[in-house]
C-alpha cells in the first residue's frame, strides 16, 4: 500500500518537482498558461489519465471511507478551488490514511491529502496553505506542461515517457523503473524547469489561500517549521521530499504572506473535529488520559468540544458504548445538527441494538438535510442492520444519482439488495464497484450474471449496453498503456 502511493509521488515528482537544494529568484520568467501543454496532452486526456489513476489508488492505496471527513476536505477544497484561475474539470479530493505528512495532485483535479497532514497542521490556515499549492500545480498544468517541454526537447523520450505513467498505473514498480531511465536523459532541464513551477505554485497558491480567507501566514509558517524540526533527519517527511524548501524560497514565500492582508483568521471546528477525529480514530494517536487532560486544560471552548468528541470516539472504538454516549451527550444537546456528533451518536446506537432509535434520530436529520453524504450513509446504513432493506435501497439510490461514483454507497446497495434477494441488482452494483476499483473484468463478469438473471428484455439491454462501455474502458486502457 504504502509503496504504490509513493511512486505516485515519486512520478508527481518526476514530472513536476524535481528536489533541488537551489531555488530561483522572481524574475525567472514563468511561462504563459493559456493553452499550455494542449500540443501533448488534451483536457479530455487529461481527465482519462487521472480517472486510470483513481481506480488503481482505490484497489491499492489505504483511502479512508469516512463520510464526514470527505464532506469536511470536499468543502475546504471547493472553497478553494472557487478562488482558483484555469480550472478546466471538477477536483476530487480524498484522504490516504498514512501517517506520512504528505499531499499529492495528479492529472484531471486529483488531490490526495494524507491524514498525517492535518495530524501535523497547527491550524486551518496550515493544512489549507498545502491543498492551494496543490490546487495550483493542477489549475497550472504542471504535470502536462513539464511533459510538454520534454517533447519539445526529445519527441522520443516524451513517447517513453507516457508509456512509463501508463505502465505504472498497471505495475508501479516496472514503471518506475521505466519512467527514471527514460528521465535520465534530460535529468538537468527536468530540474531547471520545475523549480520555476514550484515557484509559480507558491505565489498562486498564496493567492488562492488569502482570496479564500485564510491566513497567508500558513504557507511560511507550515514549511518553515517542518524544515526546521526535519533540518538533520536522515528521512525528513515525503512533503519536503516533494516540495524541497531552500532558506532562500521559505525566504522568498515569507516576504509574499507578509506583504498581503491577513484577514482574521479563527480556525473552525470543523477543523478541529476532523483533526481529532483522525487522530483518535484512524491514526490512533490519543488516548483516553491523553484526551481528559486536554478537556481539563483546553485553551478554549472549541478545543475543549473536540477533545470530549474525540473521547467519545475513543470510548466507542473500545466497546465503551454507554461511557461514549455520556461523554457526547453534552454536544449532540449543543449542536444536534452536527454530522460529526450524528455520525458518532448513530454508531453507538447501533452498538447498542437501539435500531428505532437510531431511525428516528437519522430521519429527523434526514428530513432536514437531504442527500447530505454523513447523514444518508449512516441512515443507509442503520436501516440495512435493522432490516428495512427497502428504505435502505430507496436511500441509495436517489443519492447515487448525484454521486454515482461513491463507493461506500454503492458497497452499503449491493449489501442491501443482497440480504433483500435480489440477485441481478446485486451483481449490477458489485459490477460498478469493480470498475471503480480498475478490476475491468471482474465487473464484466458481474454484469453477465446480473444479465442472465434478468427477466425483462429491456433490461437485458441496458446490462449489454453497460457490458459494452466496460469493455470499451478496458480496450482504452489497453491502449494507452501499450
Do not use: C
Not at 498514512?98 to 495528479?106: E, L, M, P, R, S
Not at 471552548?301 to 453534552?330: F, G, M
Not at 438535510?369 to 427497502?390: D, G, M, R, S, Y
Amino acid at each position: 500500500m504504502k509503496q504504490f502511493i509513493g511512486t505516485i509521488a515519486a512520478i508527481a515528482l518526476a514530472l513536476t518537482v524535481a528536489t533541488s537544494a537551489n531555488t530561483t529568484h522572481a524574475q525567472d520568467r514563468i511561462p504563459e498558461i493559456g493553452t499550455a501543454g494542449a500540443a501533448v496532452m488534451t483536457i479530455d486526456r487529461e481527465r482519462i489519465y487521472g480517472d486510470m489513476y483513481m481506480r488503481q489508488l482505490r484497489a491499492q492505496a489505504p483511502l479512508v471511507g469516512d463520510p464526514v471527513l470527505d464532506e469536511y476536505l470536499r468543502d475546504i477544497g471547493s472553497r478553494m478551488v472557487r478562488e482558483a484561475d484555469g480550472v478546466r474539470f471538477p477536483f476530487n479530493f480524498f484522504w490516504v490514511n498514512q501517517k506520512d505528512i504528505n499531499a499529492f495532485a495528479f492529472f484531471g483535479g486529483y488531490i490526495g491529502v494524507h491524514t498525517g497532514l492535518i495530524s501535523e497542521a497547527q491550524t486551518e490556515s496550515e493544512l489549507a496553505a498545502v491543498l492551494a499549492h496543490e490546487i495550483a500545480h493542477v489549475s497550472q498544468r504542471h504535470i502536462v506542461r513539464n511533459m510538454e517541454r520534454m517533447s519539445n526537447a526529445s519527441p522520443t523520450t516524451m513517447a517513453a515517457m507516457l508509456g512509463s505513467v501508463i505502465l505504472a498505473v498497471i505495475n508501479p514498480q516496472l514503471g518506475m523503473a521505466a519512467l527514471t531511465g527514460t528521465m535520465g536523459v534530460s535529468q538537468q532541464m527536468q530540474i531547471n524547469y520545475t523549480r520555476q513551477f514550484e515557484q509559480e505554485a507558491d505565489r498562486i497558491g498564496l493567492s488562492i489561500l488569502v482570496n479564500s480567507g485564510f491566513d497567508p501566514m500558513g504557507s511560511p509558517d507550515f514549511f518553515g517549521r517542518l524544515s526546521e524540526k526535519y533540518r538533520y533527519t536522515s528521512r525528513p517527511p515525503e512533503i519536503l521530499l516533494t516540495h524541497p524548501y531552500s532558506e532562500n524560497r521559505l525566504a522568498d514565500m515569507r516576504a509574499r504572506a507578509e506583504s498581503m492582508s491577513r484577514p482574521e483568521v479563527r480556525d473552525s471546528l470543523s477543523f478541529l473535529l476532523a483533526k481529532y477525529r483522525i487522530q483518535a480514530r484512524h491514526l490512533r494517536q490519543l488516548s483516553e488520559a491523553e484526551l481528559r487532560r486536554q478537556m481539563e486544560t483546553a485553551p478554549n471552548d472549541q478545543v475543549k468540544i473536540a477533545a470530549t468528541y474525540a473521547l467519545a470516539i475513543v470510548l466507542l472504538d473500545n466497546r465503551r458504548s454507554e461511557e461514549a454516549e455520556d461523554v457526547l451527550a453534552s454536544l449532540l444537546k449543543r449542536d444536534p445538527m452536527n454530522t460529526f456528533f450524528i455520525d458518532v451518536q448513530s454508531d453507538i446506537l447501533l452498538a447498542q441494538n437501539r435500531y428505532d432509535d437510531a431511525l428516528a434520530m437519522l430521519e429527523n436529520a434526514y428530513m432536514r438535510q437531504p442527500n447530505e453524504q454523513t447523514i444518508t450513509l449512516n441512515f443507509a446504513n442503520v436501516a440495512v442492520e435493522a432490516k428495512q432493506f427497502e428504505l435502505a435501497i430507496t436511500l441509495l439510490r436517489e443519492f447515487l444519482e448525484r454521486h454515482q461514483n461513491n463507493v461506500l454507497a454503492l458497497d452499503l446497495l449491493a449489501t442491501a439488495y443482497r440480504l433483500n434477494g435480489n440477485s441481478s441488482s446485486m451483481h449490477e452494483t458489485q459490477a460498478e464497484l469493480a470498475a471503480l476499483h480498475g478490476a475491468f473484468d471482474q465487473a464484466i463478469d458481474h454484469l453477465h450474471k446480473a444479465h442472465k438473471q434478468s427477466g425483462l428484455e429491456i433490461e437485458k439491454r441496458r446490462l449489454q449496453a453497460r457490458i459494452e462501455q466496460l469493455m470499451e474502458q478496458k480496450q482504452l486502457l489497453q491502449k494507452l498503456s501499450s
